[in-house]
Nanobody, 130 residues
Framework: QEQLVESGGGLVQPGGSLRLSCAAS????????IGWFRQAPGKEREGVSF????????FYTDSVKGRFTISIDNAQNTVYLQMNSLKPEDTGVYYC???????????????????????WGQGTQVTVSS
């Protein structure tokens, strides 16, 4: 059974760091596009970052550029999201998702289209507060 499991969330003070993990089972992440999304209380879910395993393209939403880093460990079948200089507005439930049909010709804006993703994790809570 294909599954994504996020971990690494928690409570952190502003300016702190967390590293989220997204572990896949039942399928290999290699060949997929992997996105991180988040949903703050009372707000719609939004795209945070994306990595294409086929060609290495990486995308970030503007609000996290320079602070967050996405990476993949193919041996561990896991994608990571390193989050530094965290702000209260980064608070939310973070989800990872896998797009099995992402290709080298898929245009950048498509990573934000949630309908593209075949598998979603259950989410991990990130709270940034003093």
């Amino acid at each position: 059974q294909e599954q994504l499991v996020e971990s690494g969330g928690g409570l952190v003070q502003p300016g702190g760091s967390l590293r989220l993990s997204c572990a896949a089972s039942g399928f290999t992440l290699d060949g997929s596009g992997i996105g991180w999304f988040r949903q703050a209380p009372g707000k719609e879910r939004e795209g945070v970052s994306f990595i294409s395993t086929r060609d290495g393209r990486i995308f970030y939403t503007d609000s996290v550029k320079g602070r967050f880093t996405i990476s993949i460990d193919n041996a561990q079948n896991t994608v990571y999201l390193q989050m530094n200089s965290l702000k209260p507005e980064d608070t939310g439930v973070y989800y990872c998702a896998a797009d099995r049909s992402w290709g080298v010709t898929t245009i950048e804006p498509m990573w934000l289209q949630e309908w593209r993703y075949d598998y979603w994790g259950q989410g991990t809570q990130v709270t940034v507060s003093s």
